[in-house]
């Protein structure tokens, strides 16, 4: 498969074919499932990029910045960006280590990231308890098999 844009097509859409509604439905759920987590995030004053700087450097700490921009799927100058902000915070610290600098959680990083990871964890079992666990993972095996055929 290619990456290339699709040609241009002179024709009537046809958003019925099951992709399209696919892809529409999943977009629509990604883009109110993020509004909602965004709000809740509101009352600890962070933004959905900030929480998953947290999550991913508590999840593994010693991430250089490089590391962390590529886990997030983001440039290194927006990582740069969220970094100096969550250090001006007190919730990451940068320890030097070698040639390198190494991002890590602060006390203050920890509690938060002891006290939300969690909570959101609870929160998406929550919003999927529609689906009975066997299509939850019946779900995540098709999203995943969709991503490696495009990556």
Avoid: C, Y
Avoid at 3 to 18: I, Q, S
Avoid at 62 to 80: A, Y
Avoid at 119 to 130: K, M, R
């Amino acid at each position: 498969m290619t990456d290339a844009p699709p040609r241009l097509v002179h024709r009537r859409a046809r958003t019925g074919r099951p992709a399209v509604v696919a892809w529409l439905r999943m977009v629509r759920l990604t883009q109110h499932l993020g509004q909602a987590w965004a709000e809740i995030l509101k009352a600890h004053d962070l933004s959905p990029a900030q929480f998953n700087v947290i999550a991913t450097i508590g999840g593994q700490p010693g991430l250089t910045q490089r590391d962390l921009s590529e886990k997030l799927l983001v440039t290194q100058g927006n990582t740069s960006q969220l970094l100096l902000h969550l250090i001006r915070r007190d919730v990451i610290e940068r320890k030097p280590a070698g040639r390198e600098k190494r991002l890590h959680l602060t006390s203050h990083g920890q509690a938060l990231f002891d006290e939300l990871v969690p909570s959101h964890e609870d929160w998406l079992v929550e919003q999927f308890s529609p689906l009975t666990s066997e299509e939850q993972a019946q779900l995540a095996a098709m999203l995943r098999r969709l991503k490696r055929t495009r990556a």
